[in-house]
């Protein structure tokens, strides 16, 4: 009955779908860059860049490393929501970790700002200058240092694109341990700096486990060595954490030696309609309970992400309309005994009542499909006007209140009330939209939802980081003492405060 039910809906579901995939770094236009609180910071005392300073750097990258025409600007200096946009004269692409440490060496001598940049996807605000800090981009630093085929240690370079390193990889028969939307466009070092989760998180972990090793530049120039490729190392101090996460604000990454696991050869994806927010929990465990050595995925979105994806992106689900969908991937070795173990979990599943539909996705092209549902949703949201996007961290028991405590509050005076999100790690992202930026509606988000969260001892911040737009609310998630030590280690390392200045320290 229930097979039969789902390859109905695989059968359907190929006639209605459309692909393509996310914007690529600078195709975006820039029309709806909105006044926000951003702008409310002052300059710090910097220098500003000289005929002098610009000479150095051509000597030093020639032509091709320095970006000076303010249209080719425009996409280092505006963040990929389109929320800001920096001042930036001046944007580096240095090609080995040597130039960077020269530039970085110069800018400390000289105190010139420098925001570091890698994809620029980016949700946070961090990526793009504040004012006219320099930008020094990773986008040439693209090179695959070594493959341990014995062990899947992967060591390349940080500007190397999250999706060729996962191709690469897969053709060695292994899969790097970090997924997510932007992986188009994303760069490893972004995504070390950022420590970003993803749709494997579930699966691998964080890159806190992931990553080996590192190589960083210091604010001054130095060049700190942490480039290691055992997974066990208990030599003291594991310095390469500093920079996992501290989104460019003590250093600039340069090399990284990623851990890679033995690609799955068999991947199902199903994709489940729930009637209510009970039977997506009672699936998430059921899920988890009878598929633990093969789940790699546990996702969900409500039909509002729906409606945005089908009126922006003309995306359709492929099964009938309800209030909430859970996506499920599960991977492994064995094709029949995935197929086995996911239909005794669907089934048991229908039985109970927890889901009333769904299908189910084995080929690449229609998996791909599938995902690109869960993908798109961020793009789809970009068209819609004005975004107020968060990304929080909560207990499943709270995981959706919050999406209904903010319709309530928000009303008519936004257009959407979306959720979707990384179900099997908790962590719920959560957007408002209104036609244009309305200071209103930011109002009574902020800091609501920051107190919300932090009462119920969620995370204000569970993937993306603080960067710019979330620096002022850290004390929701921070004690006092952990933020005067952080400040601490950042004027240790950083003294001249030259580093990605404005960004997560309050
Ligand atoms: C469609 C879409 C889906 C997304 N999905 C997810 C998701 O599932 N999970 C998730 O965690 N994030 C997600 N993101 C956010 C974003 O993609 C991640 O934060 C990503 O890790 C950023 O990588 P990047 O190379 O674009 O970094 P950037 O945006 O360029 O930079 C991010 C931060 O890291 C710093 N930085 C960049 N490179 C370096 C470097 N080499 N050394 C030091 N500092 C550096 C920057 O200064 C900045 O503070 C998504 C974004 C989009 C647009």
């Known amino acids: 009955m229930l097979l039969k039910k789902f390859s109905f809906s695989l059968r359907h579901f190929a006639?209605?779908?459309?692909?393509?995939?996310?914007?690529?770094?600078?195709?975006?236009?820039?029309?709806?860059?909105?006044?926000?609180?951003?702008?409310?910071?002052?300059?710090?005392k910097f220098n500003t860049l000289t005929s002098k300073d610009i000479e150095f750097f051509s000597s030093l990258l020639g032509s091709s490393g320095i970006i000076q025409n303010v249209e080719e600007l425009d996409s280092y200096n505006v963040d990929w929501m389109k929320s800001h946009k920096g001042k930036s004269s001046l944007a580096l692409r240095p090609r080995t970790t040597e130039e960077v440490s020269e530039i970085l060496k110069y800018c400390n001598k000289q105190i010139l700002a420098v925001c570091p940049q890698g994809g620029n996807t980016g949700l946070v605000g961090g990526s793009i200058p504040i004012f006219d800090e320099i930008i020094v981009s990773t986008s040439l630093m693209n090179k695959v240092i070594h493959f341990d085929d014995n062990t899947g240690v992967l060591q390349c370079q940080s500007g190397s694109i999250l999706e060729t390193l996962e191709n690469f990889a897969n053709e060695k028969g292994y899969t790097v341990p970090v997924d997510l939307g932007a992986k188009g466009s994303c760069h490893i070092g972004g995504n070390i700096s950022t420590n970003a989760g993803g749709l494997r998180f579930i699966r691998y972990g964080s890159l806190h486990g992931n990553i080996l090793g590192l190589k960083v530049v210091l604010p001054n120039g130095e060049i700190l060595d942490c480039m290691n490729t055992m997974r066990k190392n208990n030599t003291g101090y594991d310095l390469k954490h500093m920079f996992i996460g501290s989104e460019g604000t003590l250093g600039i990454v340069t090399e990284a030696a990623i851990l890679c696991y033995p690609k799955s050869t068999e991947t199902a994806v199903a994709f489940l309609g729930c009637n209510t927010f009970q039977d997506v929990l009672s699936t998430a465990k059921m899920v988890r309970q009878m598929l633990p050595e093969l789940l790699s995925s546990l996702e969900m979105l409500d039909n509002q992400s729906a409606d945005t994806l089908r009126d922006n992106l003309k995306l359709t689900v492929p099964i009938a309309t309800h209030p909430f969908y859970v996506l499920v991937e599960i991977s492994g070795t064995d094709a029949q005994y995935n197929e086995q173990k996911l239909n005794e979990c669907l089934s048991l599943l229908m039985e109970k009542n927890h889901i009333s539909d769904g299908t189910i996705a084995t080929e690449p092209s229609r998996i791909k499909a599938i995902w690109s549902i869960r993908e798109r949703i961020t793009e789809a949201l970009l068209k819609e006007g004005h975004g107020y996007k968060y990304d929080i961290s909560l207990q499943?028991?709270?995981f959706y209140k919050i999406v209904e405590v903010m319709r309530?509050?928000?009303?008519?005076?936004?257009?959407r009330c979306v959720a979707y999100g990384h179900l099997g790690d908790g962590n719920l992202h959560f957007n408002a939209t209104s036609r244009t930026f309305d200071p209103e509606v930011l109002a009574l988000i902020e800091p609501f939802i920051y107190e919300w969260t932090s009462e119920r001892k969620g995370s204000i911040s569970a993937e993306h980081g603080i960067g710019y737009k979330k620096r002022d609310y850290l004390h929701y998630n921070k004690t006092n003492e952990a933020i005067n030590l952080m400040k601490s280690m950042k004027a240790l390392i950083d003294p001249q405060g030259?580093?990605?200045?404005?960004?997560v320290l309050p």
């Not at 309530?408 to 257009?415: A, H, M, S, Y």
């Not at 030259?498 to 960004?503: E, H, Q, V």
Request: one cysteine or more; glycine letters at 6%.
């Open 408 to 415: 309530e509050r928000l009303g008519q005076k936004v257009t």
């Open 498 to 503: 030259i580093l990605n200045p404005y960004k």
């Open 15 to 44: 006639t209605i779908f459309t692909y393509s995939s996310i914007p690529k770094h600078g195709l975006l236009c820039y029309h709806k860059i909105h006044k926000s609180k951003l702008s409310s910071v002052a300059r710090g």
């Open 396 to 398: 499943l028991s709270d």
